[in-house]
């Protein structure tokens, strides 16, 4: 199963590298991985996706609780949390298609942010699925790029600091 | 008052109470080296820097105390890092410093730059690259709580060379405190209380111990727990010394090379209470028949050894000792302990009937060969067990752990969870170093000790009177028998066609070499080599060459189905 944890740590040298060297050495999945700087600038949030049954999960969670720099760990599983990732989305736009895209880009509330004489540039922010879903709709006129951020997340009822 | 940065490193050091350090120098640490020329500080001139890390190891695993290395960048780095990792798997507190090059070079492919924060990120416990003089103090003291505090392990602290040059006001920090770092000492009183209960129900006990008693400093209220409720123990091979070996409770050790009478007391138990133990797969075999009907009940201080292998029924998250002091505090207020203790006998008798089996027996016909085993049991018996030994790895190893009873804590040192050959000799100059009056024994292979020999010179410069046993086999031993037992024979690359004359060796270092190649020369031997007191002795015992260790649990197979003699 999937499970979006967040890693509050000391905002120290080569803290990305012992997290990462963690999930590699023990043989951990990261499906993505968002790192910055939190209200307080000693101290950055690390937002991993990760899967695995339950005896993973407790390992992670406490292997991760185990470095020196990591200072709580928070597994959104079981709890109402809003996600969202961004994607910039490059789509082929001809003179017969433009106004096509721009009502899925309508649709789906997303952004252009670009504009050139063959191509749209589109922002969007959601949920993995609303992502997929406006990639499928596009894919036809012919995608040129795409570039997705990680996953980020923040608990309904104020839980994590 | 401003200090250099190598002032202030000296500095801590003392704060810290550090009168032993073990170095080796070069170009990046020239400024600590010019500080300690004069410093009230015993620095311990090894002869390669993977010597340099054991010995630390070996005097904290005697002491207890941490343990700490100098050595330079580049190849000095690089050299501790088999050190370091066998102090990572063992939980010892060591503390490496390491030089590094200026910061500005950092990165830049410098002259004996090594990226060693990097390399050791996965074999420490903590690391530091210092990049500023003003965090010098605060960082060194860190390192050493971390090392010490918690399930203890190696930190290492890498140092730029600018940064010991610099200069910068010293304070230093008198205490420490991490909000990222902060173990749990006290166990949840409430598990306590169940597992207690869970224990008086059982009528099959066994206590399983390892070396986080020995890393808590617990053996007093081990062996209190374990005698007033008469409950049968076996430790791992990190637990022994943990509880007396020559205590009628005691089954001897558990595992692939474990005791009849233990293996089977732990595949039948209904209760198995373990104790600053981690479940390892030489201890366990295969896990889906480990102790199968028992409910678990696990204390160690590192949540993550907790459920990591085998799913426990009672986790207690505590420093050992502190959890036994709970428990035997509420123990009076129980009740009912002489029927309990009664209700024991009928697993008792069983118990001694396993032991009748007499698992170690081997007989040493004094007209042929040498036994290794007889070698172990000589030692034991003159030195009265009255001494720590430390081992290499192989036959070696487990016939040290079989044949030597280990009846105090911090006796037994030897690289469980690496396997490190070429551990013992240096671990057991630290050790000497720590305690200069004991009488200190590497249990060797012939293969191992050629790993860490140069260190022979070490023991020789500062008069110590180390004794290495070689239970000289002319093979890489326990390869050999794998090859026997599970390659059809077919002894590939573990015989060493050539070895060093083992005694004229230890003579050209200036220390004595002896030897022994019959059955009765070998008391003689270990009487003279006890008796030297101001330089190493290297025994050199030439035993058949194809000895076995038995019992066997073949890799992955049930504790239970062992292979005797
Ligand atoms: C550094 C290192 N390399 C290889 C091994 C694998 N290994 C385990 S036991 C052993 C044989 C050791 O031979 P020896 O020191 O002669 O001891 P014996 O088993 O004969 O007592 C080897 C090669 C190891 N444990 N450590």
Known sequence: ?161 | MKKTGAQIFVECLLKEGVDTIFGFPGGAVLPIYDELYNAPIRHILVRHEQGAVHMADGYARATGRPGVVVVTSGPGATNTVTGIATAYMDSVPVVVFTGQVPTPLIGNDAFQEADIVGITRPCTKHNYLIKDVRDLARKIKEAFYVATTGRPGPVLVDLPKDVLTDSVEFVYPETVRMESYQPTYRGHQGQIKKALNLILKAKRPVVYAGGGVLLSNASEELKKFVTKLNLPITTTLMGLGAFPGTHPLFMGMLGMHGTYCANMAVTNTDCLIAIGARFDDRVTGKVDEFAPYADIIHIDIDPTSISKTIKVDIPIVGDVRNVLRDMLKILPSVGGLREYKKSLKEWHRQIKEWASTHSLAYTQDMKGGIKPQFVIEKLYELTKGDAIVTTEVGQNQMWAAQYFKFDSPRTFLTSGGLGTMGFGFPAAIGAQIAFPKKTVIDIAGDGSIQMNIQEMATAVQYKLPVKVAIINNRFLGMVRQWQELFYNKRYSYSCLGVLPDFVKLAESYGGVGLRATKPDEVEPVIKKALEIKDRPVLMDFVVNPEEDVYPMVPAGQPINKMLLV
């Open chain 1, 1 to 161: 199963m999937r499970h979006t944890i967040s890693v509050l740590v000391n905002n120290e040298f080569g803290v990305l590298a012992r997290i990462a060297g963690l999930f590699s050495g023990r043989g951990f999945n990261i499906e993505s991985l968002c790192v910055a700087e939190t209200i307080d600038p000693r101290i950055s949030r690390m937002t991993i996706v990760t899967s695995g049954d339950d005896k993973i999960l407790e390992q992670i969670n406490k292997q991760l609780n185990k470095l020196i720099d990591v200072i709580k760990v928070h597994d959104f599983t079981g709890e109402e949390y809003i996600e969202r990732e961004l994607a910039l989305i490059k789509v082929t736009a001809t003179a017969t298609n433009r106004a096509e895209i721009l009502s899925i880009v309508d649709i789906f509330r997303a952004k252009v942010v670009d504009v050139s004489p063959r191509t749209y540039t589109i922002e969007i922010t959601g949920d993995e699925e609303k992502i997929s879903a406006i990639t499928e709709l596009l894919r036809p006129f012919g995608i040129k790029e795409i570039v997705r951020t990680g996953r980020i997340a923040m608990a309904r009822s104020p839980k994590v600091k």
